[in-house]
């Protein structure tokens, strides 16, 4: 989460260069507009959002096989305490 937000703040915003060199700033402004900085980030910003959410499903997928597998321990061990019980009952 942190390198996420961290990396989102530092996309959009200027370098740190140009608070030692303010004479750079039209230079940076002409890069900005030149190679269209802003509509990158903003095309970095939705990939950002599209892998976080990909990463937030497959680990809710994957959260839900494991809780299925426990299921089916569960259901697997109440079956074994039945046949235990009605196998003492009959047989004892």
């Known amino acids: 989460m942190q390198q996420r937000t961290v990396g989102r703040v530092e996309i959009g915003e ?6 030692d ?12 507009e030149e190679y269209e900085l802003t509509e990158r980030a903003r095309a970095v910003e939705r990939k950002f959002d599209l892998i976080a959410r990909t990463a937030t ?5 994957q959260q839900t096989r494991h809780l299925l597998r426990v299921e089916w321990y569960i259901v697997i061990l109440i079956l074994a305490s039945i046949l235990l019980t009605l196998y003492d009952m009959f047989w004892s």
């Open 14 to 19: 200027k370098p740190d260069l140009l608070w």
């Open 21 to 32: 060199h303010p004479e750079l700033e039209r230079l940076y402004a002409r890069l900005q």
């Open 57 to 61: 499903t497959a680990l809710d997928l």
